[in-house]
């Protein structure tokens, strides 16, 4: 059975769980189960005494069973754009555990094959599901004449589709539809648009001429007219066509036709004769010139053309660009100066600051110690003036507020001519606006000084930059103001680390930091005829190492480099005194019985030769030897004397002459002095090196003939005993031999 209370329901999970509370029965609830989502009460029957307490019960069980009920319930489902919920399932409040409810498609919409369309209540929330119904889809809408459809993702319920037109059409009716429903089914709202041409209005006349090339009054997009003018009787000035002869219909805000350009004019246009003065036309002659008629020029000698070299009779009866005009661009030919001879110039023109030079003839000059004067070209075509006396030009007096001469006597009052050159100074507490500290000015040719007469104003000051050892190239007046640039350089003997030059800052100091002097050795000394490997180098700290060498012809005499060092740790000096380039010539060596290794003709200072001696001669000296600065060799030439052998040593020998020494191929006769040895050979000849061959020798008779024959060396016999036994094995075997051979 069930009990519906208000707002819940309860399901027995089978017959015998409840049963009917009546009035009356002896019916008691013993039990409550609850399973997931649904609550079950069990009843059974109890005797007569125990209703009351068992009632208590029930009521306790109830209330559970209720909790339980209300934590499964639904909220009622969720709505959707696309499906609706059967009617079956509207009005309901309240959705128990496990209720299952199913959707329609709204109009529009069809079933969507691959998702569920019932949703159940898990949890006290409804089951997530995809979309239920998707769209329906319109038909193709197509496509209008000379426009195109632009394509969205699909053509589904709801959407849109625009349409555009081609250039020069453009477009009547609606630019977009939607796919909407019609009668319970999808389908497009309006028609899709036409596209139709862009007209144009007819084209404009003209005075005086006509156009052609358009059939009828279709003046629509592209369409183009070509225009002429009128013909004229003989001898009448023809009508020029102004502008463009060809227009065509074309649109700006793709609705209304627009020709392309204004139409053309038909108008008499005549130019004037162009004239140039210093000049000449280059084309052919005219009586007349009309529209686009073109003219060349050109400009006579010494001569230039200023504008166009080409130009064109023009719409408005005008030369564009201008008729050019000829301007002078060569001075005349420069003037003959008295007792003075011109300087070539290539050519017979002489543009602006083209310089000419006179040089005077022999034994004139146009000042004290000047001979030559220059000329100019000068921008009106005029030469600079050729003074006679060549008197040079004045400069006015270099005057300077706040400031003065630095060397007050040399002064000269109005009497400042070209060449002359001023140092000026600023006054104590001034400096220069622009300039270092010292400006010299200089009279230049044209009167006036250069640079300008500056301007001394007060500024600050950075300190003076003194450094151990140095100070600033040029002495400075003392006044350093911001931007001051300075160069420092060191004492003779010392070279500077850092950098030299230095600029006054804004605030008073130096930038970079001063440098420092270090101590280095003077200028390497100097040889005549001769130059070292240091003119290029400015300074010489400790270690430089110079080379000398001489000149072509003349010998280095001397140590060839010598370097920066030091004796006492404190001053630097050069390691030794220079060299000398000295014509130092040695004589041919020449030794008798002998020769040089050098074939040379002249043999000068430095030269080393090598010496041999011929056969039979020995070398006695050195047998090498080099030309010095006394001109002589050193060592002294060695001498080539003959090779001879001493007289030989030998207990055992006996020599039949006792000569001490012998020359070469000189033989000597000897013998052996006991009866126990005998002669290898018996005598011995000195040989080309200083020996005897063959080596005299006495050999032992112990030793069989025969081993002698062998030729073994008897240091390599292990003992006497041994040969010996060998000796009597050999004579035995030649015993048993001859009895073969006689058998």
Excluded at 58 to 75: I, M, N, T, Y
Excluded at 121 to 131: A, F, I, L, Q, V
Excluded at 536 to 557: H, I, K, M, N, W
Excluded at 680 to 693: H, L, N, R
Aim: charged share 20%; glycine share 8%; with cysteine.
């Amino acid at each position: 059975m069930s009990c519906v209370y208000p707002k819940y329901k309860f399901s027995a999970l089978s017959p015998d769980i409840f049963t009917d509370i009546l009035p009356g029965k002896k019916n008691v609830i013993t039990s409550v189960r609850s399973s997931g989502r649904e609550a079950g009460i069990k009843m059974s029957a109890l005797q007569p005494g125990k209703q009351k307490y068992h009632a208590t019960i029930f009521r306790l069980l109830l209330a559970a069973g209720l909790v339980v009920a209300v934590q499964s319930a639904c909220q009622p489902p969720p709505r959707f754009s696309f499906a609706e919920l059967k009617n079956d399932y509207r009005g309901i409040d309240e959705f128990p555990a496990d209720s299952v409810v199913k959707y329609v498609c709204r109009p529009g919409y069809m079933r969507n094959s691959h998702v569920n369309n019932t949703l159940v209540c898990e949890g006290n929330k409804w089951s997530r599901s995809d979309k239920i119904c998707i769209p329906k889809l319109c038909s193709y809408p197509g496509e209008p004449a000379n426009g195109r459809l632009l394509l969205g993702e699909q053509f589904s319920f709801g959407s849109t589709a625009n349409f555009t037109c081609e250039p020069g059409h453009r477009l009547v009716g609606n630019s977009q539809i939607q796919c909407v429903i019609k009668n319970g089914v999808v389908t497009w709202d309006k028609e899709i648009p036409i596209c139709e041409p862009i007209p144009c209005l007819p084209p404009p006349d003209i005075a005086n001429g006509v156009y052609s090339g358009t059939v009828g009054d279709d003046f629509s997009y592209g369409a183009s007219v070509t225009y002429q003018c009128n013909t004229v009787k003989r001898g009448e000035t023809p009508f020029s066509l102004i502008g463009d002869a060809s227009i065509h219909c074309t649109t700006v805000d793709n609705l209304n036709g627009v020709w392309s350009k204004p139409a053309p004019e038909c108008k008499v246009v005549r130019c004037e004769h162009p004239n140039i003065d210093n000049g000449k036309l280059l084309s052919r002659y005219r009586t007349q010139y009309t529209y686009r008629d073109t003219v060349m020029f050109d400009c006579n000698f010494r001569y230039t053309l200023n504008g166009s070299a080409i130009s064109t009779c023009t719409e408005n009866s005008l030369w564009d660009p201008p008729v050019p005009v000829c301007q002078r661009s060569s001075c005349d030919d420069p003037p003959d100066v008295y007792n003075a001879v011109k300087e070539k110039v290539a050519g017979n023109l002489f543009p602006v600051k083209t310089v000419v030079t006179y040089e005077c003839k022999v034994g004139h000059e146009f000042s004290p110690g000047e001979n030559m004067w220059h000329i100019e070209c000068l921008p009106d075509f005029t030469w600079t003036e050729v003074s006679p006396s060549c008197k040079r030009v004045r400069c006015p007096n270099p005057d300077v507020k706040n400031g003065k001469h630095e060397h007050a006597w040399r002064y000269k009052e109005n009497n400042y001519e070209y060449g002359d050159s001023v140092q000026i100074i600023c006054n104590d507490g001034y400096a220069f606006k622009g300039h270092d500290n010292e400006v010299v000015l200089q009279c230049t040719r044209n009167g006036a000084w250069d640079p300008e007469i500056p301007e001394c104003i007060l500024e600050p000051r950075c300190p003076e930059p003194v450094i151990d050892h140095g100070g600033e190239v040029y002495k400075s007046r003392g006044d350093y103001s911001p931007g001051t640039q300075v160069r420092l350089t060191c004492d003779s003997g010392y070279v500077l680390r850092g950098q030299a030059s230095i600029e006054c800052q804004a605030d008073k100091s130096w930038a970079p930091q001063l440098p420092l002097c270090d101590k280095v050795c003077g200028k390497p000394p100097e040889i005549i005829s001769g130059q070292h490997s240091g003119l290029e180098t400015e300074y010489f700290p400790y270690g430089s190492q110079v080379t000398y060498r001489c000149a072509e012809g003349l010998s280095l005499v001397g140590e060839s480099s010598v370097y920066c060092t030091s004796d006492d740790g404190v001053n630097l000096m050069w390691s030794g005194p220079a060299p000398e380039c000295k014509v130092v010539r040695c004589p041919k060596p020449a030794i008798s019985n002998g020769r040089m290794t050098v074939q040379r003709h002249t043999f000068p200072y430095g030269v080393a030769v090598q010496f041999s001696c011929n056969e039979g001669y020995v070398l006695h000296g050195s047998n090498e030897s080099r030309c010095l600065g006394d001109s002589a060799w050193h060592p002294p030439l060695p001498t080539c004397r003959p090779v001879q052998c001493h007289l030989p040593v030998g207990d055992d020998l006996v020599f039949y002459t006792q000569k001490s020494w012998y020359e070469v191929n000189e033989t000597l006769a000897f013998s052996c002095k006991s009866d126990d040895h005998q002669l290898v050979t018996s005598t011995t000849t000195c040989s080309a090196d200083g020996k005897w061959m063959p080596s005299p020798k006495c050999v032992s008779t112990i030793i069989c003939p025969e081993i002698l024959r062998c030729g073994v060396p008897l240091a390599e016999l292990k003992t006497v005993l041994e040969v010996r036994k060998l000796y009597l094995e050999i004579q035995k075997l030649e015993k048993e031999l001859n009895i073969r051979v006689n058998s």
